[in-house]
């Protein structure tokens, strides 16, 4: 699969908690918004982790395949169609499906909050959206990733 | 959250980076490069009498789950006094696949209406008269094929094709870009554009075959100069494909529009429209010799919302709208159409859609501001804005141009990128709080109030009931036609002299379903390779 790895962007002070991090960010789906992705993706990066995307139109066992092959701490999902509940699912039961139940999971998009418990339920590390600081996303997957 | 600093500031520039002079004054306005209404050079408008002689089309987006599901929400609005309609479709629609496709699946009616063939069209618009009401699709990467199932449903209810009215979006480029529900590669993509163009300038010449679109891009990420350079140059693009498809420019440029998104800054965005407007009739007047008045009008829809909508807090969703919806106006928009309150987070309930309609209505007919054709013109930080809007635009265009032009910045990733560093630029603002986003990062509410109470759900059963009548159309259909007509289409996109669009017809009349079209076109031309840069 055509995956990428990042140029810098300045992102203020340099502080870089995920260091030694590799996290996959990965577009599960049709859903074609990726501004989100790529932000977070940046941002990742910018905070020391190694970043790899997948890009658009990804089948889940596809993302969990790279994310068995990169070796990868975590895969950030983002979902913006409304098809969170099915495409996680789908997701966690392909990397549990590889034996790689340890990759920890994160899901970033469009998610009623109604919705948080059952893809806690699944496993499901932290649910992100789009009005939350960048920095505050960082911070909790610095502690959840430590 | 809190607050990243206590206190808010005004700013002296708009969020693109224009500044704003505190005292404007008759110095900066040039009264030549302003001109009158209706004419040359299209600073305030391209009617002479704006609104009194057609108000904006009032047209809300919209769709879910079945047809059916969509088909009624369609009679609520329309009785409610919406003028026109705007399909919102599902992305296996878009993106070319039938509901039974793995990757479709979970997707089915979710984000719109499922339409995988002919039979879904004709449930879509059961009891609504497509003589009388102008419908607008957003669809692209399909956009084709639907148009060809839009005039096979027009066939079938017996209405005249010449009397259709609407949009089909059909704007590839900004898809790459942006919106994502790309299929073949650029240049197949490119012909399949000219051809709906100069297939529709003959079959359906009240209809607009192109909705060039700079909302999306917008949305992403791209300033207010950006959103109208990438589209203007997108727009050229196009003209030049249709050029070489042996289009008459003077012909089918009356049939191109465009589509915009209007965000918060208000002298920004009305100067915005102006200058695009002017933009364009230059460009096309000095590029192409088009001297035609009715080619060289800018005719353009927007969306008020969008990604300026935001969860926290959602009611005040409606007083944003309400100020770009008057953006909107000032800039001379002939279609709005106005996102609900809690369309951050949800497809719109009934009663959040109805009061984003009624905003609208209490703009056009209890405010007055659409009474005087161009009712800003004149100001100093208006005129001052749009000279500063048109120089930025012509700016960025010629980067552009130096790169090598759109198709060859696309396929690059060159454009993708710029855009992913701008909305990385965006969200940065506002965390640091150099962007207001009242009941976000100012004056959020320790509770974090985010719900509206009614939440609004697809009726979880509408994929298997999409999935149980596709399987029956399959079942039922003549198989032999259905075949016939794919064959030919297949032959037909071999051959690059040959317009497709009989032949997409064709199909959609035997119950051919989006997914085998678009299967039989990428036989033909492979799928677009996205260049993933970071």
Known sequence: MNTSTATTVDNGPTSTPLRGKRILVAKPGLDGHDIGAKVVALALRNAGAEVIYTGLRKSPQQIARVAVDEGVDAVGLSILSGSHLELVRQVVECLGAEDAADIAVFVGGTVPHEDHADLEALGVRGIYTSDQPLAEVIAALAAALA | ?534
């Open chain 2, 1 to 534: 959250m809190s607050s990243p600093t206590p206190k808010p500031r005004l700013g002296t520039h708009t969020m693109a980076g224009l500044e704003v002079p505190l005292r404007a004054g008759p110095e900066l306005v040039d009264p030549d490069r302003i001109g009158e209404p209706g004419t040359m050079p299209f600073t305030r408008g391209i009617f002479a009498d704006g609104y009194q002689g057609r108000l904006w089309t009032i047209r809300q987006y919209s769709g879910f789950g079945t047809a059916e599901d969509t088909n009624a929400r369609y009679r609520f609005l329309l009785d409610q006094g919406q003028t026109g309609l705007s399909v919102a479709l599902d992305l296996p629609t878009q993106c070319g696949y039938d509901p039974v496709d793995p990757m479709a699946r979970p997707e089915v009616g979710k984000v719109g209406v499922s339409l995988s063939n002919l039979a879904e069209m004709e449930i879509l618009f059961d009891g609504i008269d497509l003589g009388a009401i102008s419908t607008s699709f957003t669809i692209n990467g399909t956009a084709a094929i639907i148009y060809a199932m839009y005039l096979a449903t027009a066939d079938k209810l017996g209405v005249p094709r010449e009397k259709l009215t609407g949009t089909i979006q059909n704007d590839i480029l900004k898809e790459y870009v942006a919106r994502g529900t790309w299929i073949f590669p650029v240049r197949p993509s490119m012909r399949l554009i000219a051809d709906t163009i100069l297939y529709a300038n003959e079959a359906t010449p009240r209809f607009n075959p192109i909705s060039i679109a700079g909302a999306h891009v917008r949305d992403a990420g791209a300033t207010a100069i950006e959103e109208m350079a990438y589209t203007l140059a997108n727009g050229l693009a196009y003209v030049d494909e249709l050029q070489r498809r042996g289009g008459d420019v003077a012909r089918f440029a009356r049939r191109l529009s465009f589509f915009f998104y209007v965000h918060q800054d208000f002298f920004e965005e009305v100067a915005k429209f102006r200058a695009g407007r002017r933009l364009w009739a230059k460009l096309l007047n000095e590029r192409y010799g088009v001297t035609d008045e009715k080619a060289l009008m800018f005719r353009f829809g927007v969306v008020c919302g969008g990604s300026s909508l935001v969860a926290p807090q959602p009611l005040n969703n409606i007083v944003r709208v309400t100020v770009e919806t008057m953006a909107a106006v000032f800039g001379g928009a002939q279609s709005i159409f106005t996102c609900a309150y809690d369309e951050a987070f949800q497809i719109p309930t009934e009663t959040s859609a109805e009061i984003a309609l009624r905003t609208q209505q209490i703009l056009a007919y209890e405010s007055g501001i659409g009474r005087s054709v161009d009712a800003l013109g004149g100001s100093y930080v208006v005129e001052h804005l749009t000279n500063q809007m048109e120089d930025g635009i012509t700016e960025v265009m010629r980067e552009i141009d130096d790169y090598g032009g759109v198709e060859k910045a696309i396929e690059d990733g060159w454009l993708q990128m710029r855009i992913a560093e701008r909305a990385l630029e965006r969200k940065q603002k506002v965390d640091r709080g150099d962007t207001v986003i009242v009941g976000q990062n100012f004056f959020a509410r320790d509770d974090g109030e985010r719900g509206v109470g009614e939440t609004f759900h697809v009726d979880p059963n509408a994929a298997a009931r999409v999935v149980e009548k596709y399987e029956r159309i399959r079942d039922t259909r003549d198989a032999v036609a259905a075949e016939r007509t794919l064959a030919a289409l297949g032959r037909a996109a071999a051959n690059d002299d040959e317009n497709l669009m009989p032949y997409l017809v064709d199909c959609c009349h035997a119950y051919v379903t989006v997914g085998e079209m678009v299967e039989r076109m990428k036989a033909q031309w492979g799928e677009f390779q996205e260049p993933v840069r970071l």
